[in-house]
């Protein structure tokens, strides 16, 4: 993880984050279960669900990611390997976990998967900014939704996806007004909630991106919080207000680095 030299203090590890969600009402509805991979909680969670994302505890732009699908008795592994994503079939739990546990030093989390909304038959997710002032209150501060390349497990930009503003993304799912103000505010207070659980854990924080995805049945879902460096440059040329506003909140804090 890339060292901070501003003053904004991080939650590390995907892991830690979800359970100290999860110990809230409030946010904890919207976590998928997540366990740490080992053997036994990687054939449970096969048992449990017919899909299963594992990832890189600590880790960022995709890198890492692996998607399982319980095919029959079969089991379908796909991996995201530098900008590459490959596929495997597998017929045991124990040649799976070899697998995924071969040459990893990094420490894994095993996820429920979630069927992603699709626009433009393409998954996508909503990264919602929150940010504050030093002594001040959390503040949404933009959104950015990334939509990601078609078959690709990942929505990543650096993964070949595309950023959309929330506006495009709601415009392309034909959503009427009442709708598209409903999500922007759920999202919006969602994301509020999470940042004052998260930063009552660790004092300091005054940055967060948080992932947010609908599902097919479009309930709401939070797949990840990065406290570290999250990126909104990609809004620059797309969202020039909401770009300017995080920049104003990053240099607050002493990040003046941010693009």
Same mark, same amino acid.
């Given at each position: 993880?890339?060292?901070?030299?501003?003053?904004?203090? @991080?939650?590390?590890?995907?892991?830690?984050?979800?359970?100290?969600?999860?110990?809230?009402?409030?946010?904890?509805?919207?976590?998928?279960?997540?366990?740490?991979?080992?053997?036994?909680?990687?054939?449970?969670? =096969?048992?449990?669900? =017919?899909?299963? %994302?594992?990832?890189?505890?600590?880790?960022?732009?995709?890198?890492?990611?692996?998607?399982?699908?319980?095919?029959?008795?079969?089991?379908?592994?796909?991996? #995201? #390997?530098?900008?590459?994503? $490959?596929?495997?079939?597998?017929?045991?739990?124990?040649?799976?976990?070899?697998?995924?546990?071969?040459?990893?030093?990094?420490?894994?989390?095993?996820?429920?998967?979630?069927?992603?909304?699709? #626009?433009?038959? !393409?998954?996508?997710?909503? !990264? $919602?900014? $929150?940010? !504050?002032?030093?002594?001040?209150?959390? @503040?949404?501060?933009?959104?950015?939704?990334? $939509?990601?390349?078609?078959?690709?497990?990942?929505?990543?930009? %650096?993964?070949?996806?595309?950023?959309?503003?929330?506006?495009?993304?709601?415009?392309?799912?034909?959503?009427?007004?009442?709708?598209?103000?409903?999500?922007?505010?759920?999202? =919006?207070?969602?994301?509020?909630?999470?940042?004052?659980?998260?930063?009552?854990?660790?004092?300091?924080?005054?940055?967060?991106?948080?992932?947010?995805? %609908?599902? @097919?049945?479009?309930?709401?879902?939070?797949?990840?919080?990065?406290?570290?460096?999250?990126?909104?440059?990609?809004?620059?040329?797309?969202?020039?207000?909401? %770009?300017?506003?995080?920049?104003?909140?990053?240099?607050?804090?002493?990040?003046?680095?941010?693009?």
């Amino acid at each position: 993880m890339a060292k901070k030299n501003y003053a904004s203090r @991080t939650i590390r590890g995907k892991l830690r984050v979800c359970n100290y969600l999860l110990g809230d009402s409030r946010v904890g509805k919207y976590v998928p279960r997540t366990v740490s991979f080992t053997q036994t909680n990687l054939k449970m969670m =096969t048992n449990k669900f =017919t899909s299963l %994302y594992v990832k890189p505890d600590v880790g960022s732009l995709g890198i890492g990611i692996c998607k399982i699908n319980r095919i029959n008795d079969s089991y379908l592994l796909q991996e #995201v #390997v530098g900008k590459r994503q $490959v596929s495997r079939r597998y017929n045991r739990i124990a040649s799976l976990y070899e697998r995924l546990n071969r040459g990893k030093h990094n420490r894994l989390i095993i996820q429920q998967g979630v069927r992603l909304d699709k #626009v433009n038959n !393409r998954s996508y997710d909503i !990264r $919602v900014m $929150v940010q !504050r002032k030093p002594g001040g209150t959390w @503040t949404c501060t933009g959104y950015m939704v990334k $939509v990601g390349a078609a078959n690709k497990i990942v929505t990543n930009y %650096y993964q070949g996806g595309s950023i959309y503003t929330l506006n495009k993304l709601h415009k392309q799912l034909h959503l009427s007004h009442e709708d598209r103000e409903r999500r922007r505010k759920k999202l =919006t207070k969602a994301a509020l909630k999470v940042a004052k659980v998260l930063s009552n854990q660790k004092e300091g924080m005054h940055e967060m991106g948080i992932d947010f995805a %609908y599902d @097919t049945e479009q309930r709401l879902w939070i797949l990840e919080v990065n406290s570290n460096h999250p990126q909104f440059h990609p809004l620059k040329q797309l969202d020039r207000k909401a %770009y300017n506003k995080m920049k104003q909140f990053a240099a607050s804090y002493g990040r003046y680095d941010a693009k």
